[in-house]
């Protein structure tokens, strides 16, 4: 948790000192992914049991707590999986890399660049859906940004060289994300029927 600032106020810096830190996954699951992704399962809950889904002209979808708790859970599940499925996208791209970091490194820094997205999940506590994907859209732009000045130092390569891997992480990560938000629509805002 101790590098969500610096994320923020001074990202190079911050990739340079997570990149020294030799972090394993577990420590980071514990410390800092499991912690972040709580933020936006919580905030959707309350948002979702208690305000509901907002589609405007007072046209509320609002769940009950047993739907939102199931949904929360797989919700949650989603999102750790998200994680884990980045991290093993930015492995096998540095596959021709000589400095080709470990699966574990390439899930931690999975983890740090995600951040912005987490933070963003604070806005499902009232969830407007032009409000929702307002946010998202500028989460999701930081992330694109912490990923392309986090490649050059994470893979020790130039920024021409990380520019080009960062753009292609960036577009499978959308999709990554693409699938998530679409299983999360089906979840939150048709979940009801599930459970």
Same mark, same amino acid.
């Given at each position: 948790?101790?590098?969500v600032?610096?994320?923020?106020? /001074? ?10 830190e030799?972090e394993?996954? &577990?420590h /980071?699951?514990? /410390?800092?992914?499991l912690?972040m ?9 309350i ?11 007072d046209?509320? =979808?609002?769940? %009950? ?5 199931? =949904? ?8 750790l999986?998200?994680?884990?499925v980045?991290?093993?996208v930015i ?5 021709? $890399?000589?400095?080709?970091? &470990?699966?574990?490194?390439?899930? +931690?820094?999975?983890?740090?660049v ?8 604070? #806005?499902?506590? $009232?969830p407007?859906?032009? @409000?929702? +994907? ?7 732009? $930081? *992330?694109? $940004? @912490? ?5 050059? *130092?994470?893979?020790?390569i130039?920024?021409d060289e990380?520019?080009s891997? %960062? %753009? %292609?992480?960036?577009?499978?990560? #959308? ?5 998530? =938000? ?14």
């Amino acid at each position: 948790m101790n590098h969500v600032w610096g994320l923020f106020s /001074h990202p190079d810096r911050e990739m340079q000192t997570i990149k020294r830190e030799n972090e394993t996954v &577990s420590h /980071h699951y514990l /410390h800092h992914v499991l912690i972040m992704a709580a933020i936006p399962v919580i905030c959707a809950f309350i948002g979702t049991t208690q305000i509901g889904w907002n589609f405007g002209a007072d046209n509320y =979808l609002q769940l %009950s707590l047993g739907t939102g708790i199931g =949904l929360a859970v797989l919700f949650y599940a989603l999102m750790l999986a998200g994680v884990a499925v980045m991290g093993r996208v930015i492995w096998w791209m540095a596959r021709n $890399y000589p400095q080709r970091p &470990s699966l574990a490194r390439c899930m +931690v820094f999975a983890g740090y660049v995600a951040t912005p997205l987490f933070l963003s999940g604070i #806005v499902a506590l $009232y969830p407007l859906v032009w @409000l929702c +994907v307002l946010v998202g859209t500028i989460a999701l732009c $930081y *992330t694109g $940004y @912490l990923l392309y000045v986090g490649i050059p *130092t994470f893979l020790n390569i130039t920024r021409d060289e990380g520019l080009s891997f %960062s %753009s %292609s992480t960036l577009a499978i990560g #959308v999709l990554v994300l693409e699938v998530l =938000l679409a299983l999360t629509v089906v979840l939150w805002g048709y979940g009801y029927r599930l459970f």
